[in-house]
T-cell receptor, first 114, second 111 residues
Framework: DAGVIQSPRHEVTEMGQEVTLRCKPI?????LFWYRQTMMRGLELLIY????????DSGMPEDRFSAKMPNASFSTLKIQPSEPRDSAVYFC????????????FGQGTRLTVV | DAKTTQPPSMDCAEGRAANLPCNHS???????VYWYRQIHSQGPQYIIH???NNETNEMASLIITEDRKSSTLILPHATLRDTAVYYC????????????FGQGTTLQVKP
């Protein structure tokens, strides 16, 4: 398996524009996580899914952020409208059965909002 | 999930063992200790985890004290490629699977 695949690797956008980040989890994994990393706040869990269903979105910073998982092999994180403070590296991770197992992370998407 | 405390930074000479401590004094009986690391510009990478027994794999060893209030990650022969931020995470082995990251320890392996 190629691991968790995220796209794009880098995204530069202007303030106010819509941004969509994409993630393909490892085949067979039933948990998917979205994290955000900044220098100030470190790695923050935004939302996670189990069997395509959002379980906990308490980490989503505000209504401008939304995440979907239409099927077991694809998830999106959307920011609309984007703001400069959204600039960060966004990581997607997946795991199998969640508890007691390891999570595999993608390479991340570096988002810059100007 | 229990909170963990790690030193912000450590140095280690190449070829020597790196011992990274973690305090988790409020750990509960059903909580595991996990270690991940993040090499610059990459996603976090799983290293090892344990409940109460010491664990060893091809990457590292995990030593958990008998009272489970602290643990040590040991990289037996550190290389320059082991320079990274190391995260100690305590979480319940439940079906949630979510990991809450602290600030971690930045390990600098020096030649």
């Amino acid at each position: 398996d190629a691991g968790v695949i995220q796209s794009p690797r880098h995204e530069v956008t202007e303030m106010g524009q819509e941004v969509t980040l994409r993630c393909k989890p490892i085949s067979g994994h039933d948990y998917l996580f979205w994290y955000r990393q900044t220098m100030m706040r470190g790695l923050e869990l935004l939302i996670y899914f189990n069997n395509n269903v959002p379980i906990d979105d308490s980490g989503m910073p505000e209504d401008r952020f939304s995440a979907k998982m239409p099927n077991a092999s694809f998830s999106t994180l959307k920011i609309q409208p984007s703001e400069p403070r959204d600039s960060a590296v966004y990581f997607c991770a997946s795991s199998f059965r969640g508890g007691g197992t390891e999570a595999f992370f993608g390479q991340g998407t570096r988002l810059t909002v100007v | 999930d229990a909170k963990t405390t790690q030193p912000p930074s450590m140095d280690c000479a190449e070829g020597r063992a790196a011992n990274l401590p973690c305090n988790h004094s409020t750990i509960s009986g059903n909580e595991y200790v996990y270690w991940y690391r993040q090499i610059h510009s990459q996603g976090p990478q799983y290293i090892i985890h344990g409940l109460k027994n010491n664990e060893t794999n091809e990457m590292a060893s995990l030593i958990i004290t008998e009272d489970r209030k602290s643990s040590t990650l040991i990289l037996p022969h550190a290389t320059l490629r082991d320079t990274a931020v190391y995260y100690c995470i305590v979480r319940v082995s439940s079906n949630t699977g979510k990991l809450i990251f602290g600030q971690g320890t930045t390990l600098q392996v020096k030649p």
